[in-house]
């Protein structure tokens, strides 16, 4: 439930803000189309790189762990933590997707 | 043995990393400056034109329409038509005849890393802190250190143009011809496009000592740096297991040193080389990008970089995701290797 959550909250956050973004652009003379698409791309960025780094870190984050303490270099990063860091990220990219996409149809239509 | 779950674990694993530089490579594309369409007809043919392309090719679609018929076609490995680099082209007929000239040239150059890296790594730390020691140390670290695109010309310059021992620019000799199928129990195949294989598959011991010699300098190009990792990885990894308890048992049961390395020591060393190997072959398929254009042989990487630059979408969309799969490939490959290696990876 908390991990649904985490993501949940994610996408409202990146859902207002491509709503904000998208009001900005048109407001300083870009075309909705383009500030929309704009949106829908950074979005698209924001979920690989959410999507990998989640991926990443389910791969290779235990092994991390263990080499750090292995070579005593400890600096406190967790595979749970950079799990949840990513899946904000990727939220947080699925939110600007999904608002930009919902502006669009609202805008010029399916 | 390797555990079903954790295999399925790690097979469904790639869905998420796919998706994701999927994900990626679609927004670099639409973020990044250019219009394909544009390209396509030329910079002085008129709007109306430029517009009909942009319509036929899907472009004036809202982009999450776009997105969502990449993702869809990215499933089943389809990516459209080339725009530019072979225009008019199923991308996946690109891929097909490119691809296997970037395998080759990785194979062959990690071959080279393995086969020199490792043994000069036991060796290294078996005879720590002698003249061996330092003189493999001096040369990986010129191997990591010098760069492909300097290396290559170097080499080129050396063994091609000064001393004539090896050919540059070509994959096999100009007077060696290739049928397009071998024959299996009479029925007839398409050939890979691996020219060291092919030859082989087709018992051709002539055309395949003249790839090998083809191919050796742009192999040799990018597995020194190959080499230096994995004899410098080998090294620490082998000097860490000799020092254990277990080992020195082994010795003091009167063991010989030859037995008590290879038997007892190197197995359990090579579980990190083997995860750097792995990596490196991520790293062999971007040095590849530079050693074919160094050595003129037409690849994926080459057809990567014209892609790039005349924004050919469908190309650089179907090329990386290629890429992506092959190296999630390679290292579920290697995550299987360790873990049939050490048991204990597997919890």
Known sequence: ?????????????????????????????????????????????????????????V???????????????????????????????????????????????????? | MVSKRYVVKRLLLLVPVLFGVASLVFAILHLSPGDPARLIVGQRAPASQVEAVRESLGLNDPLYVQYGRFLLDAAQFEFGESYKVSQGNPVRQVITTRFPVTIELALYGQAIGIMLGIPLGVLSAVKQDSLTDHLTRIGALTGISVPIYWSGPLLILLFSAYLGLFPAGSRIGSTIFLPDTWSLFGKELPLTGIILLDTLLLGRLDAW???????????VTIGVYSMALI???????????????????????????????????????????????????????????????????????TTLVEAISDSDYPVVQGIVLTFALLFTLVNLGVDLTYSYLDPRIQQ
Do not use: C
């Not at chain 2, 000592?209 to 192999?219: D, K, R």
């Not at chain 2, 082998?238 to 048992?249: A, F, G, K, S, W």
């Open chain 2, 209 to 219: 000592l003249s790839a090998v010699h083809h191919m050796f300098l742009p192999s």
């Open chain 1, 59 to 110: 791969m290779a984050g235990r092994g991390i762990e263990t080499m750090q303490n292995h070579l005593d270099t400890n600096t406190d990063w967790t595979e749970a933590k950079s799990r949840r860091a990513m899946a904000r990220v990727g939220g947080f990219g699925g939110g600007l997707m999904l608002t930009s996409a919902i502006v669009e149809v609202l805008a010029s239509g399916p």
């Open chain 2, 231 to 301: 004899s410098r990885m080998m090294r620490s990894s082998m000097l860490e297991v000799i020092r254990q308890d277990y080992i020195r048992t082994a010795r003091a049961k009167g063991q010989g040193t030859k037995i008590t390395v290879l038997k007892h020591g190197f197995r359990n060393a090579f579980i990190p080389v083997v995860t750097v190997i792995g990596i490196q072959f991520g790293t062999l398929l971007g040095g590849a990008v530079l050693t074919e254009t160094v050595f003129g042989i037409g690849g994926v990487g």
């Open chain 1, 1 to 57: 439930m908390r991990r649904v959550r985490l993501v949940v909250d994610a996408l409202a956050v990146g859902g207002g803000v491509a709503a904000l973004a998208i009001a900005a652009l048109v407001v300083t003379g870009t075309t909705p189309t383009r500030a929309t698409e704009l949106a829908f791309a950074i979005g698209a960025l924001a979920l690989g790189i959410g999507l990998l780094g989640w991926s990443g870190s």
